[in-house]
Every structure is written in C-alpha cells, then in structure tokens.
C-alpha cells in the first residue's frame, strides 16, 4: 500500500521527463534541423515551442546572426607581376541551413570559414589580376570591394551561406615599389593643390578687379551728383543774393562787408597790405565819422 502512494509521483515525473525529452524551443537568433536516425526531416522551424519524438528525433542549432572572420594577409599578383599583401575580414550567415549542414561536416563554422576563405580569395585574386599597383592603391574601394562579392557571391551559395560584405582592412605594397607608388600619389596631389591654389588665385583677382570697377564707378557716380548738388545750391545762392541784392543794394553791400571784415582781420598772424583808400575800408571809415 505504501509503495502505490509513490505511483502518481512516478508517473508525474515520468511525463515531465518525456515531455523535456520532446519539447525544444528555437530563439529569434537561432536556425535548427531536426533529424531521425541521422536523417534531415525538417529545417523551416519558426521562433518559438516544438516537439519531435525522443530517440527517434534530434535536433541542432545553428546562429542565424551575422558571423565575422578575419583572415590573415595573403599575397596577390598585380596585372604587372608585382606582390600585393592584403589582410581582410568577411561578413557572412546562414541562408540554407540545410545546404550548410551538408556541406560543411555537420555545419562546422570552422569549415564553412575555412572554405569561404578560399572563395573570398579567388575573388580578390582574379581583380587584382586584372589592376596594377596604382590602380588598386587608388582605386576606389566600394568599386574594387563590390567586384570581389560579385565573383565570390555566384560561389558560396553551395554552402548554404549569404555574403553580406568583404572589407580590406590594409594593403602592404612591396618595398621596391612603395616609396615610388607614394611619391607618385604625393606628386598627384601636389598638381591638384597646384591647380586649386591657382583657381582660388584667378578667382580672387577677378574679384578684386570687379571690386576696384565698381569703386571707381561708385566714386565717379558720387561725386557727379556732389558736383550737381554743389552746382544747384551755389546757383540757388547766386540767385538768392541777387533777389537780395535788387531788393536793398546798400543793405546788401554792407552785410558782405561785415562777412568780409570778419573772416580777414582780428585773426593772429594775418598781414593785409591794402591801400588805405581803398574800398574795403568804406564801411569802416564812416563808422568813425
């Protein structure tokens, strides 16, 4: 009677025990394959709770996130015979997990990296072929970078991987041709600074030109109206001392003396040789009468 109070507890942790044996979840990162006796049954599980049948079912996860390999330098012939030493990395990940299962001895990452190697470097190798130093020096690297995935992209489809992006992460010149390569490039951009330097200097004068002309045209304008405006005002003057002068000409006599008298005499150091009969001294003599 004892041991069958033990008998539902048996069963519960039996069940819970089949049920772990049969249930497996697979994460947003993760890609799997399930398996009987050995066998691919299925590779297009979602995210998400699964069964598959103990012992007769297995299942293995693969990272569907984007990998990254770097690669040591290699040496690459230029079109001219001469050795490059380039040092890049790949981005990659699964698209076919179970091409990549097959074809790299059960979905080894160390193999899968080892082949896409290969392929990367053929890539580089038949587009480098096809440069010299120069031109992979100054090449534009988008350009020269999209040619190696379009190469090597018709090829790793067989593993069952997408290529994301190739980068070169340096580029080792030969040391017969480095110095001379850079004195090049040096040389080139020495020209270019020449000819900037030089359009800046046209620019400039042309500027300074245009500023001196429209100086001169603002000068000459100016002092055409001045000269008008001082033409105007000293005929207005004339004919206003005219009016002046035909109203009261004894009035008007005397008050150009006095102006007269006051910028001319009482001032230091002023010599006047006038004769004394003379008609500047009119007004002065009959105030003394």
Same mark, same amino acid.
């Given at each position: ?31 799997a394959l399930k398996f009987r006796f050995g066998e691919i049954v299925r590779a ?33 012939l230029t079109s001219e015979g001469k050795i490059l030493r380039i040092n890049f ?40 072929? =096809?440069?010299?130093?120069?031109? /992979?020096?100054?090449?534009? !690297?988008? %350009? ?5 995935? @379009? $190469? ?44 900037? =330097?030089?359009?800046?200097?046209? /620019?400039?004068?042309?500027? !300074?030109? %245009? ?5 001169? @045209? $603002? ?56 004769a004394p009969d003379g008609e500047f001294f009119d007004y002065l003599k009959q105030?003394?009468?």
């Open positions: 009677m004892p041991n069958r109070g033990y008998l539902p507890l048996i069963l519960v942790g039996a069940a819970l025990l089949l049920f772990s044996m049969a249930a497996f979840t697979v994460r947003e990162t993760e890609l297009d599980y979602k995210p998400g709770l699964h069964f598959l049948t103990p012992f007769v079912n297995n299942v293995i996860k693969f990272d569907r996130r984007i990998l990254t390999e770097d690669y040591p330098a290699e040496q690459f990395f790949v981005k990659w990940r699964i698209s076919d997990v179970s091409r990549f299962y097959t074809s790299t001895s059960g979905g080894s990452e160390e193999v899968a990296n080892r082949r896409l190697g290969e392929i990367i470097k053929d890539g580089i190798k038949t587009v480098i072929a =096809r440069r010299t130093i120069q031109q /992979v020096v100054a090449a534009d !690297r988008s %350009e020269f970078l999209g040619e190696v995935l @379009e $190469i090597a992209g018709k090829n790793v489809g067989n593993l069952g991987i997408s290529l994301v992006d190739v980068r070169v992460k340096n580029i080792e010149l030969p040391e017969e041709v480095s110095e001379s390569v850079f004195n090049r490039m040096r040389q080139d951009f020495a020209r270019q600074a020449a000819q900037l =330097r030089a359009e800046g200097s046209a /620019v400039s004068e042309q500027t !300074r030109a %245009e500023a001196d002309r429209q100086r001169t @045209e $603002i000068l000459a304008n100016a002092y055409r109206e001045a000269e008008i405006i001082k033409g105007q005002g000293d005929a207005a003057a004339a004919d206003i001392y005219g009016k002046a002068y035909g109203a009261n000409p004894e009035f008007f006599a005397f008050h150009r003396s006095l102006q007269a008298y006051r910028r001319s005499l009482g001032k230091q150091g002023d010599v006047l040789v006038l105030s003394g009468r």
